[in-house]
């Protein structure tokens, strides 16, 4: 049996130099905590024999676990794999499964293995092979004075396979922990300190075993209730029972649960109905549709959008009235409207949405500040809009607006609110 601390090494000056993002370790962050391993560190270092074999000595003071990504390709600049041979001991040995699956990946492609890919295949006598279905470089499991060290390739898809598939059931097994159970609610529409004075007094009352942890971001709350015990359908049952208090304090503000998307919500459910949508954006460039079209079998039900950015495209390809505009200006509700209701009627819909506003940093007036941004809904039953407030930073207005277009569009169809 071992115990639940857990280390995790990223391995890669491009990690280092801000060229990409490490996504792997908090994917393997999420994944070990919810099966109740604790990562107590996260440690990236350059492509350095010395910074890594330091690295793998120091992890084994602080963790029982460590997982290593990265550096495992064919290339020279590659040198996990000759470090982890160095560390522990064996020899390079040829292994004719993982060989056969570059095989088969290379022969997918039409293409003969390169002698330099052939050494993907030879791995340290020392470690258990696991072999990569998603790629030529394997996992490899090695164990030293009651550490586990785990490498696995730096490629996120494959990472994350040969971790769903191979790592963490092993884990689990070895380790003899006591379920970990989550429920993630998705809120849109209401800030995070107001939410929080909401729901203050159903916090308060949540049992000692039951916690409960608030994770904004642009647009949205998660709300994450967590708890932990041998029983685990006990403990799904408990945050159940504990579900139903929230969803009564704060019900049509929570969207779903867990990965649920809006996108993926409203298309589930405009299919089902057999409903028809269309776009019509200024402030957002694009964006709506393109959440909206980032979910296979969109089209199903999303007939389009319209990015019109300047006043002549919202009176040419819109119908939006000239006097509307000169009366009451671009970022207003009647504009707002009357571009939701020029796409829904130009694309032929039973619904649009449109958004015009200041995404920012600069373009504003006194009247009309930066992040002001008026989304417009059309159905056959009428027209409206909505003003929201946002900040001045131009990207979260952007995902934030969009966030409230698709979340306002699940209100007034979904939810079947009124057109106030």
């Known amino acids: 049996m071992i115990?639940?601390?857990?280390?995790?090494?990223?391995?890669?000056?491009?990690?280092?130099?801000?060229?990409?993002?490490?996504?792997?370790?908090?994917?393997?962050a999420t994944e070990l905590n919810q099966c109740g391993l604790k990562v107590v560190q996260i440690t990236s270092v350059s492509d350095s024999r010395n910074v890594i074999l330091t690295a793998l000595r120091d992890a084994a003071q602080r963790a029982d676990i460590v997982l290593i990504t990265g550096g495992l390709g064919p290339t020279k600049d590659d040198i996990t794999k000759a470090c982890l041979l160095e560390f522990f001991g064996g020899e390079m040995v040829f292994n004719e499964d993982q060989y056969t699956q570059v095989e088969k990946l290379f022969s997918s492609f039409g293409r003969e293995v390169t002698p330099i890919n052939r050494k993907q295949a030879e791995i340290p006598s020392t470690c258990k092979v696991l072999i990569n279905e998603r790629g030529t470089a394997p996992g490899m499991w090695f164990e030293k004075e009651n550490t586990v060290y785990v490498s696995m390739p730096g490629v996120p898809y494959e990472m994350k396979w040969i971790m769903a598939e191979l790592v963490i059931p092993e884990l689990k097994k070895r380790s003899g922990l006591p379920s970990i159970v989550h429920r993630t609610f998705l809120t849109q529409g209401i800030g995070e300190s107001l939410l929080a004075s909401w729901i203050e007094s159903w916090e308060d009352a949540l049992p000692e075993h039951v916690q409960l942890a608030y994770l904004p971001s642009p647009g949205l709350v998660r709300l994450r209730l967590s708890t932990t015990g041998r029983d685990e359908a006990a403990l799904h049952e408990e945050l159940n029972n504990?579900?139903?208090?929230?969803?009564?304090?704060?019900?049509?503000?929570?969207?779903?649960?867990?990965?649920?998307?809006?996108?993926?919500?409203?298309?589930?459910?405009?299919?089902?109905?057999?409903?028809?949508?269309?776009?019509?954006?200024?402030?957002?460039?694009?964006?709506?549709?393109?959440?909206?079209?980032?979910?296979?079998?969109?089209?199903?039900?999303?007939?389009?959008?319209?990015?019109?950015?300047?006043?002549?495209?919202?009176?040419?390809?819109?119908?939006?009235?000239?006097?509307?505009?000169?009366?009451?200006?671009?970022?207003?509700?009647?504009?707002?409207?009357?571009?939701?209701?020029?796409?829904?009627?130009?694309?032929?819909?039973?619904?649009?949405?449109?958004?015009?506003?200041?995404?920012g940093p600069d373009g504003g007036t006194e009247e009309i500040p930066v992040g002001t941004v008026w989304i417009g809904f059309a159905s056959a039953e009428g027209c409206m809009a909505k003003m929201f407030r946002l900040s001045t930073n131009r990207e979260r207005n952007i995902t934030t607006a969009s966030l409230s277009a698709l979340n306002l569009l699940r209100r007034k169809v979904i939810l079947g609110e009124a057109l106030t």
């Open 242 to 359: 504990q579900a139903k208090g929230l969803y009564t304090i704060i019900g049509k503000h929570i969207y779903g649960e867990g990965e649920q998307s809006l996108p993926e919500i409203i298309q589930d459910y405009f299919i089902d109905k057999k409903l028809s949508l269309s776009v019509a954006e200024s402030c957002t460039g694009g964006n709506i549709a393109h959440m909206i079209t980032g979910i296979a079998g969109s089209s199903a039900y999303f007939k389009g959008g319209v990015v019109c950015y300047s006043e002549e495209l919202k009176i040419n390809l819109l119908g939006v009235p000239p006097d509307v505009i000169a009366m009451h200006g671009v970022v207003s509700e009647a504009t707002a409207i009357a571009m939701a209701d020029g796409a829904r009627k130009t694309m032929n819909t039973d619904y649009a949405l449109s958004v015009t506003g200041i995404a």
């Open 3 to 28: 115990n639940n601390r857990v280390e995790l090494i990223t391995i890669g000056d491009e990690i280092l130099i801000g060229q990409i993002v490490d996504t792997n370790s908090a994917w393997m």
